[in-house]
């Protein structure tokens, strides 16, 4: 047996050679000798499956690396050949599932993570080509007036009332290319599905036959059954030989440490186990009388501290918690024991001190855990800890008083024209008082002056949402969209300030500069196509209602100012005029 073995590593280390030295089928020939010897061995079809992607022969790399996966599939090199060949045979969705399956097990794994994104991109792309072909099928069932479609169907009758469906369809109306962001909406699905459901009907009435071929209908039912078991079946097959073959190597790690050990370690882990059952059940004074008898037959195992620690912890002892987490650290370092043991002792220490409110020692021990292991559970306690005294700070800083005195400051220097000191002492003021919108509003007429158009207007959506009546705020952010000639959107905004002051001159005003602004542009056309592809400014004309409104306002200027005082009207007006489609 020792004798096969030496065989075995021996040509697999000539095919390791013969792979570093460019000689793939002197490679081949050597892995190729090496399984026929132990076909067992999950490492060689790896190696033979890497030698095949060197040489190109992608079937043949992932026959071996499937045959890797089988023998040992928690093993995530063997899923990175067979992602590896999976790219290479330009199955990239199929590549993509198994690299996420890799890094499942390797989460930490930059090579992977890289080849992911290869193959994500190599999918996306794929994906686009593909889906390119069938704009043009599935596009032209969202012509014409959706919702009376929508209506004639009971399966989308419901659709015919639901406006973000209707601005989807909008969407795809003004741009065919769009409706591949949608394929996954289950009612543009839905919709597609029943208007070629539509569609094959009348094709069929046309020809004289069945709607529907009863025959073909219970085809597809049987298939689409058959399909759906067989996948099943697989997937409850495939998750019970994982979980088979993981028990097996537990198991087999498992006898193979209780060999190694004395008969003392042996009775240490009974003892444990007493233990344990103790813990759960809440019967905290014997659990700890076990897990220090085990610590004393096995005195260098950290394990037996760490359920001390752990009984302490319950008990609120947390002092007492805290020490022999540090001895079960001490104890595994010395003895060199799994770097996972030793980071969750630490991270013990560190959920110790948080309980004890002690919020710069948890995060200095919890930062130290994850330095020996990289654990989720321990990052997310030091981001909860983290964001508990960054709250508290912020708290702690509050001060409307001198908030008052750096918003005066910062009008100081607002009025000298000095905007980025202005800047610096709103800010202070809101940190001194987050709840006060004007600073916010100051802040964004500041931002404005320096062209930081942007932040200007979300500052300006934070003052609103402290005080959504506070009018100032309102032009502010018109004034910044103007700037960045978003001009649909400023207009909005300019009515806001009207159905709150309707004698607002500021915004009066502010409304005729952006229609001018909007008239101003200058191509006619491309004002037009450029309003078309808004979906509210197609539904408006679209409006029966809205037509006639048109039509009157044209022929009579009397019709035109009755309909002005309905606000609704006015405000639809001004969308129109915004996009420049009325004057």
């Known amino acids: 047996m020792a004798d096969l073995k030496a065989q075995v590593e021996d040509l697999k280390t000539k095919g390791n050679n013969a792979l570093n030295a460019g000689q793939f089928n002197e490679a081949i020939q050597h892995y190729t000798a090496a399984i026929q010897l132990d076909a067992s061995n999950h490492v060689l079809y790896s190696n033979r499956s890497a030698v095949y992607l060197k040489m190109e022969n992608g079937d043949l790399a992932l026959k071996d690396a499937e045959k890797c996966v089988e023998l040992n599939p928690t093993w995530a090199r063997g899923l990175g050949r067979k992602g590896a060949a999976l790219f290479l045979l330009e199955r990239f969705d199929e590549a993509v599932e198994v690299y996420q399956a890799a890094l499942k097990l390797?989460?930490?794994?930059?090579?992977f993570k890289q080849?992911?994104?290869?193959?994500?991109a190599a999918a996306e792309e794929a994906g686009a080509?593909?889906?390119a072909q069938i704009f043009g099928q599935f596009a032209k069932y969202f012509q014409g007036d959706i919702a009376t479609r929508c209506a004639l169907s009971p399966a989308t009758a419901e659709f015919a009332?639901?406006?973000?469906?209707?601005?989807?369809?909008?969407?795809?109306?003004a741009n065919p290319n769009s409706i591949m962001q949608h394929m996954q909406n289950k009612k543009v699905m839905t919709f597609i599905q029943v208007m070629m459901q539509q569609e094959m009907m009348a094709k069929r009435r046309a020809e004289g036959k069945p709607e529907v071929d009863p025959e073909l209908a219970r085809a597809m039912m049987e298939e689409r059954e058959r399909r759906a078991r067989e996948e099943d079946e697989a997937n409850r097959r495939r998750k019970e030989a994982e979980e088979k073959f993981k028990k097996e190597q537990e198991e087999k790690k498992k006898q193979e440490e209780l060999a190694k050990l004395s008969d003392e370690q042996k009775k240490a882990l009974d003892v444990k186990e007493?233990?344990?059952?103790?813990y759960k059940a809440r019967k905290f004074?014997?659990?700890?009388?076990?897990?220090?008898e085990a610590a004393a037959l096995d005195p260098e195992n950290m394990v037996y501290h760490s359920n001390i620690a752990a009984v302490f912890f319950e008990m609120g002892k947390f002092d007492e918690c805290i020490a022999e987490c540090n001895t079960a650290v001490e104890i595994g370092r010395r003895n060199r024991a799994d770097f996972k043991l030793i980071g969750r002792a630490l991270a013990r220490i560190g959920n110790a001190y948080a309980k004890?409110?002690?919020?710069?020692?948890?995060?200095e021990w919890y930062t130290k855990a994850l330095t020996d292991f990289r654990d989720g559970d321990t990052l997310t306690a030091l981001r909860k800890v983290e964001r508990i005294k960054e709250e508290r700070a912020k708290q702690a800083y509050i001060n409307p008083e001198l908030s008052v005195k750096a918003k005066e400051e910062g009008n100081q220097f607002f009025k000298e024209q000095k905007y980025p000191e202005a800047i610096k002492a709103y800010s202070e003021a809101i940190k001194r008082d987050p709840s006060n919108a004007v600073n916010y509003s100051n802040r964004a007429a500041a931002y404005t002056k320096l062209g930081e158009y942007r932040?200007?207007?979300k500052d300006c959506d934070d003052a609103l949402a402290l005080d959504p009546k506070m009018v100032k705020a309102i032009l502010r952010k018109g004034n910044a969209q103007y700037f960045m000639k978003e001009y649909s959107k400023c207009l909005t905004t300019y009515d806001e300030a009207l159905k709150i002051d309707p004698e607002n001159e500021e915004a009066k005003a502010g409304m005729n500069k952006v229609i001018m602004a909007i008239q101003n542009t200058g191509d006619d056309e491309e004002v037009r196509r450029r309003a078309m592809s808004d979906p509210e400014v197609r539904q408006i004309l679209d409006d029966p209602a809205m037509q006639a409104v048109l039509q009157q306002m044209q022929q009579d200027p009397k019709a035109a100012a009755h309909h002005l005082k309905n606000p609704e009207i006015m405000r639809r007006i001004n969308k129109l005029r915004a996009a420049g489609i009325v004057s």
């Open 106 to 111: 390797e989460p930490a794994n930059e090579g």
């Open 115 to 120: 080849s992911l994104a290869q193959a994500e």
């Open 129 to 131: 080509a593909a889906g």
């Open 161 to 173: 009332k639901d406006n973000e469906f209707l601005k989807i369809c909008d969407q795809i109306q």
């Open 274 to 278: 007493e233990g344990n059952v103790l």
């Open 285 to 292: 004074e014997e659990a700890l009388a076990k897990y220090r």
């Open 356 to 363: 004890q409110d002690k919020l710069d020692e948890a995060i």
């Open 455 to 457: 932040l200007a207007v």
